[in-house]
């Protein structure tokens, strides 16, 4: 089974929620799912260590066993690009290290599901960009993208952007991260997918405050609405 870099077009579009939940829906279907947050920024100091929520997140509905120091080996507490956060920090970051990590998931699991900070122009050294871990580690992505209006212009400028770095693009999920839908709600699936040529996989729905956190019911709605089947992330109880 392949493995997908989980991009978005901004930072909390749901690329957590969709990873999650695609993780989950593989992990119900009895697939073994590896999940990889190289860094995560804008962690909460407990005492001194830092809680990578993202990862802390991936890891339980993933089922992951994974020591969370593989799945999320740079961790910065203030909330900047990873680049920015790191130097700040005095935190180097090696993509050499993200390699080893993402082998060492590859060696042990079926998929391996990677999440990114921001999008794909976001710094994560002083000199590399997101894509260029993305090309690093040679993965297809699945690019996350907000609903509403507004998401047709981030949306193609992901797309076009990673097609010209030489990036595959697997397919598009639009997030619906407020409950109002209107025309542009409406209409833009059907726009993005005529301008990109991508597939968009789905639409993830509008969950509600008190649904958000009951990992059940976020996959059930993976499950219902995602299409992963066609990007070869089969759902077939094995
Ligand atoms: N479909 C949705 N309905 C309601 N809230 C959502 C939805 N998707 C995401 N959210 C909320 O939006 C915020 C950002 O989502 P998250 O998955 O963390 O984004 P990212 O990983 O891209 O930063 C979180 O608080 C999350 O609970
Ligand atoms: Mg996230």
Do not use: W
């Amino acid at each position: 089974m392949k493995s997908f870099f989980i991009t978005g077009t901004d930072t909390g579009v749901g690329k957590t929620i969709a990873g999650g939940g695609i993780a989950g829906v593989l992990r119900r279907s009895g697939k073994r799912v590896g999940v990889l947050k190289p860094f995560e920024s804008g962690c909460s100091n407990s005492g001194g260590e830092l809680i990578p929520e993202d990862a802390v997140f991936l890891k339980k509905l993933s089922g992951c066993t994974e020591d969370i120091d593989v799945i999320c080996p740079y961790r910065m507490e203030h909330p900047l690009a990873p680049g920015v956060a790191a130097e700040m920090e005095g935190v180097s970051i090696d993509l050499d290290r993200i390699r080893s990590c993402f082998k060492a998931l590859k060696k042990n699991y079926e998929t391996v599901l990677v999440e990114g900070a921001g999008g794909l122009m976001v710094p994560i050294t002083g000199n590399l960009l997101t894509s260029d871990l993305i090309k690093m580690l040679g993965l297809p992505t699945i690019i996350v993208s907000r609903l509403s209006l507004g998401t047709i212009n981030h949306t193609l400028l992901t797309v076009r952007y990673a097609l010209a770095c030489g990036i595959s693009v697997a397919g598009i999920i639009l997030n619906q991260i407020t409950p109002e839908i209107g025309k542009a709600e409406e209409t833009n699936p059907e726009v993005i997918k005529r301008f990109s040529g991508i597939p968009v996989l789905g639409q993830i729905p509008f969950i509600s405050k008190e649904k958000r956190n009951d990992a059940d019911f976020l996959v059930d709605v993976i499950q219902q609405n995602i299409d992963l089947n066609s990007i070869g992330l089969s759902q077939a109880v094995t």
